[in-house]
């Protein structure tokens, strides 16, 4: 990557334009964003990975999230200042374009993708100090909220994403910190996982992006 060049990805000898500067913005083209993800995934993911028309709308407003476009991000109902919350069902893709998109964009400090049920095993061996490494600064997406179980440190039990999330919430109000998170719960599910107060300070940081419910899984 070159500094001054954040638009032009460079993977061996291909090089992807992603738009052009203008002034001194970066004017981005949705289209060649894709073609780059793509291509992206296929190198990630293998030659079986492909954009899908029907998940457009998605990797639209992604994509215009990631880029940090106001105008687009505005009339899409995103606030850039908030995270993301994508949902959707199990196999849709979710994981998949949260580690995609970081390639996008490698002039910003790209956020660490953690899977919620490994935080919780973390919990179960070392008690609330997981609590403070994830609740902290960081740039974190939390993979996959909602199926891990319970923690439980020496008998006593935890709703330790719930405490994170609570945490983080403090330091999104104090310091802007940003998190992401994917989940295959829809918001009532996820209210009766965390808790009224959990879910309504879920909804002041998250954007919600979610994937139609009856999206194919993406594995068959
Ligand atoms: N666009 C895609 N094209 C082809 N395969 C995909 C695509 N997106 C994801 N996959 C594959 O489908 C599986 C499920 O994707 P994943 O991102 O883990 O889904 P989710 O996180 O929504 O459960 C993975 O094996 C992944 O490699
Ligand atoms: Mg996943």
Redesign the pocket.
């Known amino acids: 990557m070159s500094k001054s060049k954040p638009h032009i990805i460079v993977e061996g000898s291909e090089s992807f334009v992603l738009g052009e500067i203008k002034g001194n913005q970066i004017t981005y083209n949705f289209e060649q964003m894709l073609v780059y993800l793509e291509s992206k ?1 296929k190198s990630v ?2 030659q ?5 028309e029907e ?1 457009r709308d998605i990797l639209f407003k992604l994509c215009n999230y990631v880029i940090k476009d106001e105008v687009n991000c505005k009339k899409l109902g995103l606030d850039l200042n908030k995270g993301i919350l994508l949902s ?10 949260m ?1 995609l998109l970081r390639y996008v964009v490698p002039h910003q400090k790209a956020y660490k993708i953690i899977p919620a049920r490994n935080i919780v095993f973390g919990f179960n061996h070392l008690g609330y100090k997981t609590i403070e490494d994830y609740g902290n600064g960081n740039y974190f997406c939390f ?2 909220l909602g199926v891990e179980p319970i923690g439980r440190h020496y008998g006593k039990d935890c709703n330790v994403m719930g405490e994170i999330i609570l945490s983080r919430y403090d330091l999104f109000i104090s310091t802007k910190l940003k998190t992401h998170v ?1 989940t ?1 719960l829809n918001a009532q599910e996820l209210e009766e996982r965390y808790g009224k107060r959990v879910r309504s300070r879920m909804r002041e940081v998250f954007n919600l992006v979610a ?1 139609d419910k009856n999206t194919g ?3 068959k």
């Open positions: 995934g993911y293998g079986k990975f492909r954009l899908f998940d959707g069902p199990v196999g849709c893709g979710k994981t998949s374009l580690q993979d996959d994917t295959n994937f899984d993406k594995r």
